[in-house]
T-cell receptor, first 114, second 116 residues
Framework: GENVEQHPSTLSVQEGDSAVIKCTYSDSASNYFPWYKQELGKGPQLIIDIRSNVGEKKDQRIAVTLNKTAKHFSLHITETQPEDSAVYFCAASAASGGSYIPTFGRGTSLIVHP | GAVVSQHPSRVICKSGTSVKIECRSLDFQATTMFWYRQFPKQSLMLMATSNEGSKATYEQGVEKDKFLINHASLTLSTLTVTSAHPEDSSFYIC????????????FGSGTQLSVL
């Protein structure tokens, strides 16, 4: 089955700095890669996603890059703000019997210091 | 954006009682919903996959008779923790897959269960 590794487990940055979270996956059949932000006591919120036919996608201060050959994808947050502090999860999905079952990384706790 | 409503957000119950958690997709249809359990500072642990109109598929190690799942409509799935014990205390989260795209997954706000 799919295995997703996520690093770092904790990331501490100063407000205004950039933050990068990296994930690797093992199943070459995976073709959908979402990123989720989870605030304390809440459910994960989909913030950005990318499909395998695209190398990069950007949405305001958030961008995701995908390297299919190396089987890794990354989340980039620029001009970080204290409200970006949360746990971020990456996931990889491969169509299985016509549906997508995501495998999640272990999460990265991002702390943005004002 | 797509909204998944999960209730209750927090429940405290006595050992031996049953607790039902509801998960509703408010503005989209969800043929498939997932139930997760999350321990503090850990990732999401998939418990079961719920398909509308059919039996749920449970992950290895998850007791199907203890965690009853019903997915009677395209917008509602329920998880019932039967005869709850303190070790069942956890954060339970549902997610619903948008049938239209078959890949985007949206999560509920979670239910913190505390069994005394």
């Amino acid at each position: 089955g799919e295995n997703v590794e996520q690093h770092p487990s904790t990331l501490s940055v100063q407000e205004g700095d950039s933050a990068v979270i990296k994930c690797t996956y093992s199943d070459s059949a995976s073709n959908y890669f979402p990123w989720y932000k989870q605030e304390l006591g809440k459910g994960p919120q989909l913030i950005i996603d990318i499909r395998s036919n695209v190398g990069e996608k950007k949405d305001q201060r958030i961008a995701v890059t995908l390297n299919k050959t190396a089987k890794h994808f990354s989340l980039h947050i620029t001009e970080t703000q204290p409200e970006d502090s949360a746990v971020y999860f990456c996931a990889a999905s491969a169509a299985s019997g016509g549906s997508y079952i995501p495998t999640f990384g272990r999460g990265t706790s991002l702390i943005v210091h004002p | 954006g797509a909204v998944v409503s999960q209730h209750p957000s927090r429940v405290i119950c006595k050992s031996g009682t049953s607790v039902k958690i509801e998960c509703r997709s408010l503005d989209f249809q969800a043929t498939t919903m997932f139930w997760y359990r999350q321990f503090p500072k850990q990732s999401l642990m998939l418990m079961a996959t719920s398909n509308e109109g059919s039996k749920a598929t449970y992950e290895q190690g998850v007791e199907k008779d203890k965690f009853l799942i019903n997915h009677a409509s395209l917008t509602l799935s329920t998880l019932t923790v039967t005869s709850a014990h303190p070790e069942d205390s956890s954060f339970y989260i549902c997610s619903a897959r948008d049938t239209a795209t078959n890949e985007k997954l949206f999560f509920g706000s979670g239910t913190q269960l505390s069994v005394l």
